[in-house]
C-alpha cells in the first residue's frame, strides 16, 4: 500500500529504493523537490480502522493513524498542500486512483462554511454560500489577464488554480479531527472544528482576509473572502437591502436601503 | 507590396478626442473620413455584463485584447489600445477646468497662460457635453460660470452623498453632484443610469458614454472607414513643401504590407503618448528632431496633477455601495480669489468602506470566525468613512518630458516612448506648502462633522497626463496654435490632451474633448459644408 501511493505521489519516478535515499520527487513538469524521510514516513499504512462519517479517502488510505502522528501527517499534507501552487497548469502527480484528491469534497467544504461562517445565514444560507463558492472554483481561469486599471501599465495574470492547494487542506482537516478525536471534521462538534481550523490558520500566519480570492493561503481564507466580499454579506452586516453590484433604480438612490428581510430582500 | 488607402482626413487614433473630431466633422462637411486605430475591435456592448461578471467575480480584464504586448512605454499611466481608447474604461468624470487654470501666469505669477481663455472654451465645452451627455449640477454661479444649462440633470445624491454634503458644507464649502457622463436620463439612444457601481472599468448597459457608440453611428451611417490592427510608424512630408503628403502604416496581420495612407488633412488623436511620439519618429533628414518640432518642445512640457487622498472618520451611519462612483465636488479652491501663495485644487467627497470591513483577527490579534467576524464587522459600521481627495496643480517643466527609447522597440523595430514627468522649480517649491494647506483643510472638515482624519497621502504621479505638443501663440516655444494645428505642417492636426499647455487641477478629458471640438472646427473649414 505504501509503495502504491508513494509511486502514485512521486508520479512513477518515485520508489521505496528512493526514498531510502532521501529521493528527488518530481511534483510537475520540471519541478523538483527534495523529500524528507519524516515526510515519507507519514505515507505508511496503518491499521486503524476507519471512523469517517465524511468520506476521507486520502485519510483513509494514508491514514489511520495512532494519536499523536497528527503532527506528522499535518506536514505531509500541509507539503502537498505548499508545493501546489506553482504555475498555471499545474497537476499533481497522482495518478487516477488519487486524482479525486484534487478536487474539492464538497461534504468537507460544507462542513468547513458551518464552521466559519455567521450561523445568522442559515442552513439556506450556508448552502448558497458553499454553493457559490464551488461554482467560483468551477469557473476560476488560471492565465487569465487580470483588469489592469487606470495609474499603471503593468499587465498581470490569474495565478495557478489554488483548489488543488485547497482540496488538499480540507483533507487535512479532516485527517486532524481524526488524529484528535478519532472522528472525522464534519462529526466532531463545532467548537472542536473552530479549534482545528483556529489552529491551521495560526500555523499558517494568517493575518486578514485576503482581498484576492485566489490568493488565500488556507481554504478557510478563501470561503472567508468569497462570503464576505458578497454583496449579500454587505446587506447582512448593515441589516439593510443595499444590493451592491446590482442594477438598481437610480431615483431609489436618495433613500436609505430599506431593512433587510430576513432571507434576503426587503422587508 | 504596397496598399494606398486615399480620404480628404485621415485621423490616427480611435479614442474620446478622435471620435469627437469625426463626428462633427463627417456631420457638418463633405469630407471622406479615414480613421486609423492600431488596435483591435473593442468588446460589443452585448458581451458586457458577461465580461463584468468575470471581472467582479475574479479581477479578469473584462476588455479582452486591448493592448500591444511590446507597444508600451515606460512610465506610461494606462494601457488602452484599442476602438474607443483610454475612455472605453475611463470614470465618466467630466469637470470642466476653472477660467484661473488658462490664465495662471497672468493672475498668480507662475507657469504659462493658454493662448485661450475659458470664455473661448466655453462653447466647446458645451458642445463636448452635449454630444457625450453629460448629467450636472449648476454651481454658484461665481464659481461655476457656464454658457447654457447642463444637457442632462445632475445625477441624484445618493442617501450617503446627502449626509457627507451637509457635513461638507458645514465647513463652509460648496459641494454640488460630480458632473458626469452618465446618463440620469435616457440620452443618446443610450439607457439612464441603474448605479451598478463598475463604471470604470466597465458599464455594462452603456448608461456611460464611450467613444464605441460614436463610432458604431458613425459605420452605420456610412460617414467614416475604421481601419484597425493597422499602426501608424511615421508621417511623411510632401518633397517641396511642408504639408504632410501620407502616412505610412503596418497591419499588424500582414508585416510584409506597407500601408499608405494620403489625405487632405492629417489629425493626430493619439493622446498624450503617442501623438508625440508618432512626430518623433517621424524625422527625417529635413526634420531630424520630429516634425513640427522647430520649438523642439514636441514631446515637452508634459503635464497633469497630483493629488493628496484622505479618509475621515464621521459619526454617519453610511451604507456602501449605493452608488459608489459618484462624488460630490467643489470648486471654491480651484478659484481661491488674490494668493499671497500660489496653492490651487479641486475637492471631492465620496461614500468609503475604508477601514470598515470584515477582518479576520480582532482588535487583541485572535482569529475570529463564526458568529465573531460579523459581529465584530456590525459593531465598526454603526458610524461612516468618507473619502476626501484634492487634484492640484503640478506646473510641468519643459523638461517634463516624452522620449525615444532605444532601449525599447516596437514589434516593427521602432523604439518605444519613455516618459519622465517633472515638476518645473516654482512648483517643487509649492509642493510641500500645498499639500500641507490640503491636510489641514482635511482636519479642519473632519472637525466639523465631529470626525478625524484616518489618513492622508499624497500619490507621486501626475493624474490624467497631457501635454508633449503644447499649443501657444509663439512658434519658438509651441508646437501648435490654439486650434491645434502643427505651426510647420498647415494640414498636420495634434487634438486633445497633448495640445494642453498645463493639466488644471481637474478630471481632464472634458477639457481634452472640448480642445479637440475646436479644432475640428478648423479642420472642417477646408472642406465644403453639407
Known sequence: ?267 | MRRVIESDICIIGSGITAAMVAEKVAGARNATIVVVEAGDETVPLAERFARRQRYLDYGESPWGSDHIDAMSADGIQSRSMQVGGLAMHWGGVTPRFSPEDFRVRSLYGVGHDWPITYEDLDPFYQEAEERMGVAGEQGPPALDPRGKPYPMPPLPLSHNLQLLRAWGEATGIAFTSQPSSKNSVPYGGRPTCCRNDTCTPICPIGAKYSPDFTWNALRMANRIQLETRTVVRRLVVEPRGTRVSHAVAVHRDRPGESVEFRARSFVVAGGYAWSPHLLLLSAEPRYPNGLANRSGTVGKYLTGHRNVNGYVRLPLRLFPGMNEQHSLVSKQFMRPGPLARYVRHDLRIWESASGRGPRLRNDAGAIMLGDEIMQDWRGRTGTGTARVRAYYDVIPDRESSLTLDASSKTPWGDPNPKLAFRDSAESIALRQPTEDGIRALFTRMAKAGNGEVISARSDAFQDHPAGGCRMGSDPATSVTDSWGRAHDHENLFIVGAPTCVSGGCANGTLTFVALALRSAHQIGEAFAKR
Not at chain 1, 532521501?22 to 527534495?34: L, N
Not at chain 1, 476507519?50 to 507539503?79: D, H, I, K, N, Y
Not at chain 1, 461562517?117 to 442559515?122: A, D, M, N, T, V
Not at chain 1, 439593510?240 to 430582500?265: D, M, S
Open chain 1, 1 to 267: 500500500m505504501a509503495s502504491k501511493v508513494a509511486s502514485d505521489i512521486g508520479g512513477g519516478q518515485y520508489s521505496d529504493r528512493a526514498a531510502r535515499a532521501a529521493p528527488v520527487v518530481s511534483v510537475g513538469a520540471g519541478w523538483y523537490v527534495r523529500a524528507s524521510a519524516t515526510i515519507l514516513e507519514t505515507a505508511m499504512p496503518s491499521t486503524q480502522p476507519r471512523q469517517q462519517p465524511v468520506e476521507s479517502p486520502l485519510a483513509s488510505e494514508l491514514a489511520p493513524q495512532p494519536a499523536g502522528a497528527s503532527s506528522s501527517r499535518r506536514t505531509f499534507l500541509g507539503w502537498l498542500a505548499a508545493v501546489v501552487p506553482v504555475s498555471a497548469g499545474f497537476r499533481l502527480p497522482f495518478g487516477p486512483a488519487l486524482r479525486r484528491y484534487e478536487r474539492i469534497d464538497p461534504a468537507l467544504l460544507r462542513a468547513l462554511a458551518v464552521t466559519i461562517l455567521p450561523s445568522e445565514l442559515g442552513v439556506d444560507g450556508v448552502e448558497r454560500t458553499a454553493g457559490a463558492f464551488e461554482k467560483w472554483v468551477a469557473g476560476y481561469r488560471a492565465g487569465a489577464e487580470l483588469n489592469h486599471g487606470y495609474g499603471s501599465d503593468r499587465i498581470r495574470t490569474t495565478a495557478a488554480d489554488p483548489s488543488i492547494r485547497w482540496a488538499l487542506q480540507l483533507r487535512t482537516l479532516d485527517s486532524d479531527a481524526r488524529s484528535a478525536h478519532r472522528s472525522g471534521f464534519a462529526s466532531i462538534t463545532g467548537e472542536q472544528r473552530r479549534a482545528i481550523v483556529r489552529s491551521q490558520l495560526a500555523e499558517d500566519g494568517a493575518t486578514a482576509l485576503p482581498g484576492d480570492i485566489a490568493g488565500a493561503g488556507h481554504v478557510a481564507l478563501a470561503l472567508l473572502a468569497s462570503f464576505y466580499a458578497s454583496p449579500a454579506a454587505t446587506d447582512l452586516c448593515y441589516e439593510a437591502a443595499i444590493a451592491r453590484n446590482a442594477c438598481r433604480p437610480l431615483a431609489a438612490v436618495t433613500e436609505p436601503p430599506a431593512p433587510l428581510r430576513r432571507g434576503g430582500g426587503r422587508s
